[in-house]
């Protein structure tokens, strides 16, 4: 053997001895106990107390528990556990399944008979396994003070995960139950000669169903001269497909817009659902903001439907709080003021591409009739688009549209991910045969570049679409072309030489941080489109920046807008705004409630049409009530100047939020409106209100937590109700959700065992949960034994039925659960192996069921037996 491989093997064998050096003293340390010095407790029967459960710390009772678990010191989650008395007079032991070793990632280990089985339970119930026995050099420790639990394997038995990945099996179906979510906005405007009424009710209505999801959107809208309509924007079913990381509907639905325009069709679509995905390989929606000039009524539209109605405050505001359908249509945005007056402009809406984790793909097929009130005939259509990561650089996409009446469009194109920001390019080729006319072949070109620049904390978006060949034609585009010619007398007769169609477009955005290491600056932000169009070769574009930025005591924001019709005709906006914080201002405390921030603007479209407002605002400590006063003075040119006054306030409700505002002006006009939005489940327990408003895709929790009214429900404003139910709108599908109970206002005796619930949903399931609490009324006794002596220490407090209240603590005094207003207590402990016991008698003072309070009895006297 060479001297080489000699000191190769007694390296090996000098590390073998230390390691066992090591291990046997942490043995020795882990083995060693803890022994209680029983002469410190009074009472001459002390010595028999039996203190060995705490011998190895602090004990941990058999029952179930929410803890933290981690696999090799990496946290993995919250979840429920079963700790298990083994009889051994020691604390309880986790209860460690193979379905929760499924769920940690950790391989299944093989065992035989009861071998590694910690306990055996029912054929209905797992087993716990004994983890050190089954898998070498493996460990489960319990922190009872952090409520901890590390699990410790060697690496080869961690099986590859992704962080905040749930496995498929832990999905939970929810139960059935119906939904209704609803917004509503009524309307009254009073001018010097005439008036106007008009009411607006959106409605989001489900049944889930044996897993299914029936979902339907529609609204009603009423104008006093124009009566009452209503219009069910979709209705579908769908069901999720673990197998396939897909959801699949039947119904009326819109499209995906991320490769085509948006359209909506009644059919059939299967597409892929990221969320099933570990976040690691895994939606947009645009904000949308404008300047109202008085309590005005904001109503955005997309592809003729009414998808979001609300009312604003003077002055800037912002709308984040709807969801648009698809993702590729404009939204259409009309300001009516409480003159009458209307303002419209058009948001654009679109993506870019997305770029997808190497290895991983997303696809959307869909087959149906297009819904198109504008179309004599609807048309079918077949849609398909799939979009796959090439690798960490390069993702592809394609796509496909084809219809029974003769238009084809094949779109192929490469998403880039580089150095210098992400860009996609794409080509489309569309293939149109309109009756009585020719086949139209064209190609457009698009391409799209968006880069965030770290350095200076600056992102920048350019996306340009150019169509490069006058007889490219899109889907809405040829459709309209090919109903025209089939049905002249239905439409007015339009051909492909007089119709007018998107030639060039270019959107531009930019958002800027101002930072200097801890200076801040501001921000600004510049935005900017321009179309052109073919036919008429008329042109629009649309400009805007803004800045904002604070100081010591206030925070300020300017903007300017400058927008270009097809015709040319120019139109200015510039805008200034204050903001006032009053607490700070005051050195008042924050959220002490009150009126607590003062803001101002000044509005210009620089041809002497001008506004002055100032709005302040305020809130109930509790945050339920909002509340403002405001005034506005407007200078028009050519006409009579006009000032108004008016009022906005909503109250946060247990049923829902409701909010009216009021305004009136110099030149006779009135303004009122009412609103109101939230939603109710029906449910295995009743009916339950929320006080949020939900959407079809909201994924729902329904909270039982019996006499625990009040309790506020996770972060938002949802409390339980008085028959003790709460409903919680803001779970994410497939991913782990830990949800918690506030109870820190609750001022009756309740007892919560546990006040936070851990579920991962399935999308658009209802989650039932129940948060296990104790009615029964608590008690502090205060003891003396009748023989003179002192109770001794953890012995058990009983009822006459036997059953556990609590335990004697130090100085005979016992809190315990579950005493009626009058009755015995009987105390039991053993002294050198004989049971002893005492009883006491006790009648308790009569309170309101609703003030309800911990009572104290003292000098109760406990009767030897």
Known sequence: MSPISKKRQLKRLTRAIICCIFASSHLAWAEENLEFDRTFLMGSSAGGIDLDRYSNGN???????????????????????????????????ACITPSMLLRLHISQPEYHGNEGILQKRSDDIENCLDLPKLIPLSSVEYNANDQLLNISVPQAWEEKSY???????????????AMLSYNANAWHNEYSDDSDDSLYTGLNAGINLAGWHLRSQGNYSWRRDEGGSFDLQHSYIHHDIPALRSQFAVGEQGT?????????????????????LPPVLASYSPSVRGIAKSNAKVTITQNGYKVYETTVPPGPFELTDFTPGG????????????????????QPYSSLVQMMHPGVGSWDFSVGEIQQDELAEAPNLAQGTFYYGLNNTFTGYTGFQITDNNYYAGLLGLGMNTVLGAFSFDITHSQTKIPNSKTYTGQSYRISWNKFFAPTNTSLNIAAYRYTTENYLSLTDAMELIDSAKHVSHNEYENINSYSRLKDQVNLSMNQSLRDGKKDYGSFYLTGTWSRYWVTNNSQSSFSFGYSSNFSWASYSIGVQRTYNDDGEQDDAIYLTLNVPLDRLFGRESGSGGFNSLSSSVNSDLKGNDQYSMNVNGNSKDNRWNYSVNSSYNRVNGDQNLSTIGTYASYDSPWGTYSGSASASNDQSRQYSLSTDGGFVFHRGGVTFSSDSFSENDTLLVVNAPGAEGARIGYGSSTVDRFGYGVFSSLTPYRENTVALDISDLDNDIEMKS???????????????????????????????????????????FDTKGISLGAIGQGGQAFVRGVEDEGDIIVRWAVKNQPQSCRAHYQLPQTPADKRQPLIVNAAVCKME
């Open 256 to 276: 995906s817009g991320n490769t085509f325009d948006s359209v909506s069709l009644r059919g059939i679509r299967l597409y892929s659902e990221t969320l099933m």
């Open 327 to 346: 993702y590729g249509a404009d939204l259409i945005v009309t300001i009516e003021e409480a003159d009458g007056s209307k303002h419209t402009f058009t």
């Open 163 to 177: 962080s905040n990945y749930i496995d498929p099996s832990f999905w939970e179906d929810g139960v059935n139950a």
């Open 755 to 797: 006040t936070s619930t851990t579920v991962v949903p399935r999308q658009g399931a209802v989650i039932f949960s129940t948060f296990e609490t104790d009615q029964r009324r608590s008690a502090v006794f205060n003891l003396t034994r009748s023989d003179g002596q002192p109770l001794p220490f953890a012995a058990s407090v």
């Open 59 to 93: 004990a941990v009772l058999p029952g179930i528990y929410d803890v933290g678990v981690s696999v090799n010191n990496k946290t993995v989650g919250n979840m429920k556990l079963t700790f298990i008395d083994l009889g051994d007079n020691k604390s309880a032991k």
